[in-house]
């Protein structure tokens, strides 16, 4: 992956986590974060999106990291 779209996507993460993860190819994990993302925006007011924009980052250096043993 070009080091532009990697930075893209830690970008796109702070706005949209589940559209970052399904973007690294894991749709069921983008299924279910969109699923409970969704009513934890509406009910917390926002409180809760750290903690997705974390897993999105987590899962996006993961994705990356594997790619590099693969290498």
């Known amino acids: 992956m070009r080091p532009y779209l ?7 993460a702070l706005f949209l ?6 973007l690294l190819g894991r749709v069921f ?3 279910i974060t969109f699923l409970i993302w969704v009513p934890a925006i509406l009910i917390s007011g926002g409180l809760t999106h750290p903690m997705f924009i974390l897993l999105a980052w987590i899962l996006i250096y993961q994705s990356h990291a594997d790619r590099r043993d693969r290498a």
Request: charge should be neutral; hydrophobic fraction near 55%; aromatic fraction near 6%.
């Open 17 to 22: 986590p589940p559209l970052s993860i399904l």
């Open 29 to 31: 994990t983008a299924i």
């Open 6 to 12: 990697t930075l893209m996507n830690y970008v796109l």
